[in-house]
């Protein structure tokens, strides 16, 4: 428990040095009488659509769980959803989400290959479709957007790439066992070199049996033609929820001009901006690409209120979320 609360108070410091610049700046001021005039219905709705956001990752990985090994509560696989992001939120590049995810799914009984193969589907069809959607509004909006912020769309470009990128690699790496074990030996004598691990044959043992598991279910799962087209629905009605919150708040502010389409094009290049931004929660760069891309469409004084209102719903919260699921679930990270 003592390591569950170190890693939520990271969490915590992250929400501080947010209320600190709010503070500090005095934007407070410009937030509070922000929201205090913004349509409520339309704030209502933004987070709706996150907790739909949220619903449907937790559907998606119950579905994997029913399928590939047995049934389930609904109730279990929203808490691994809910501790993926909280590990995901704290760390750079979101690397500390899946194994999170991978130790719950083992106190679920689920195992290791098993949960890997579940966790790098989920991942590739989501990197899949997010990439898939930019493509369609890079065809569709590059113009407008390449006319009004061109030294910046370059990085969506980069963005995009480094996704399209990772795609290959993950693809490459569930279909060639061979490559897998090469690699993970050569790491594990590295770490027996630096006296990190001591049995080499042993942890290789481990290593193999799990690479081998991992394999036997990305083989099952492509077997499973139903449930990836269900996966992939979803994860483009998953997505399409996200691209939608900032639409909700333009509205909200009383702003009209602007197409939902030209909207939902900004929210994909600021997440293709942010994709490669080595900070947790994409921090930074999250809220500068924000400011940039939707300087086009918020009046001056709604900028700033409408990215702290974003991160708010689309972040910070689910953060504090995750981090009660995390003590709930009494799980030592720190060990895994």
């Known amino acids: 428990m003592n390591k569950n609360k170190f890693w939520l108070s990271i969490g915590a410091l ?55 090994y047995k049934k389930k509560r609904f109730k279990d696989a929203l808490k691994v959803s809910m501790i993926g992001q909280f590990f995901s ?45 930019a493509a369609i509004l890079l065809i569709l909006k590059a113009n407008l957007f390449l006319t009004n912020i061109n030294n910046l769309f370059s990085l969506v470009f980069i963005g995009f790439g ?8 993950l693809v490459f790496i569930s279909v060639s066992k061979n490559i897998n074990k ?27 049996k799990n690479i081998e598991e991992f394999h036997q279910q990305v083989a099952i799962l492509s077997g499973h033609k139903l449930l990836v087209i269900k996966m992939i629905l979803l994860t483009f009605f998953q997505l399409t929820c996200y691209f939608l919150v900032p639409y909700c708040l333009y509205r909200g502010f009383g702003l009209t001009g602007v197409s939902i389409v030209d909207i939902i094009a ?5 997440l293709m901006v942010t994709s490669f931004i080595p900070m947790p929660g994409g921090s930074g760069g999250a809220e500068g690409g924000f400011y940039i891309i939707f300087g086009m469409f918020f009046i001056g004084k709604y900028i700033v209120p409408a990215i702290l209102v974003w991160r708010i719903i689309t972040y910070y919260m ?19």
């Open 14 to 68: 992250f929400i501080l040095i947010a209320c600190t610049y709010l503070y500090t700046s005095g934007q407070y001021i410009n937030v509070y009488h922000a929201l205090k005039s913004m349509n409520k219905w339309w704030l209502f709705t933004a987070m709706s659509l996150i907790l739909v956001y949220w619903l449907i990752e937790t559907k998606i990985l119950h579905l994997l769980i029913n399928e590939l």
């Open 318 to 336: 689910w953060m504090v979320i995750g981090g009660v699921w995390m003590l709930s679930a009494n799980v030592n990270y720190a060990r895994s």
């Open 266 to 270: 900004a929210t994909a290049f600021v």
């Open 182 to 208: 090469k690699v993970s030996n050569k790491i594990i004598k590295i770490l027996y070199k630096i006296k990190l691990i001591k049995n080499v044959d042993m942890v290789q043992l481990k290593i193999a």
């Open 89 to 133: 939120g704290i760390t750079p590049f979101a690397t500390g989400g899946q194994p999170a995810q991978l130790v719950l799914l083992s106190k679920l009984k689920v195992p290791v290959g098993m949960g890997s193969s579940m966790l790098m589907s989920k991942f590739v069809i989501y990197q899949g479709i997010l990439v898939l959607y």
């Open 162 to 169: 480094v996704n399209l990128v990772v795609i290959s690699a």
